[in-house]
């Protein structure tokens, strides 16, 4: 009995030892986790997201650029000068194999001048002049004269020119 009780000692203490020194052979999944990146045309940066940091990565552009920084790639995107816009895609490859493709799309540059008016000449009553523009930036009026004047509302630029 006493060599019963070794035996079924033996094997629960074996049993025990089998389950806890198991490896877990199961690398994390590889997938994206978050993406942050602005599609304007001018440079932008952000970033890419993995849910692991066993991975190479590459893109296919020159315009894009990425760095690999632990589970985040970090993304730079040069202007977009086009009016066209342009993709890339980025290959991100795990270390098992597994593959994921994400895309990076850019806007082209829009600035245009839609307005009916050639010229920007004044009398000497001075007055207002209104040019439509197309953009899809940021732009800036500046002139190098305190007689002139600007406001701008929605797509419309408004110039005025004090009298002379």
Not at 42 to 50: A, D, R, V, Y
Not at 112 to 134: E, H, M, Q, W
Not at 144 to 156: A, F, M, N, R
């Amino acid at each position: 009995m006493r060599n019963l009780f070794k035996y079924i000692f033996f094997l629960g203490v074996m049993a025990t030892v089998m389950v806890s020194c198991k490896k877990d052979n199961s690398a994390p999944e590889l997938s994206v986790v978050e993406t942050k990146l602005g599609t304007g045309p001018l440079e932008n940066k952000g970033t890419i997201q993995l849910s692991s940091a066993d991975y190479t990565a590459s893109v296919e552009d020159a315009w894009c650029k990425i760095q690999q920084d632990g589970n985040i790639i970090h993304i730079t995107v040069e202007q977009n000068d086009d009016k066209t816009n342009r993709s890339t895609l980025i290959h991100i490859t795990s270390n098992d194999g597994k593959k994921l493709v994400v895309p990076i799309t850019q806007r082209g540059l829009l600035f245009d001048i839609n307005s009916p008016i050639k010229d920007l000449n004044y009398s000497f009553k001075g007055g207002v002049k209104k040019i439509n523009i197309i953009s899809n930036v940021d732009y800036k009026v500046e002139f190098d004269q305190d007689w002139l004047s600007y406001k701008v509302e929605g797509d419309t630029l408004y110039i005025t020119a004090d009298s002379y």
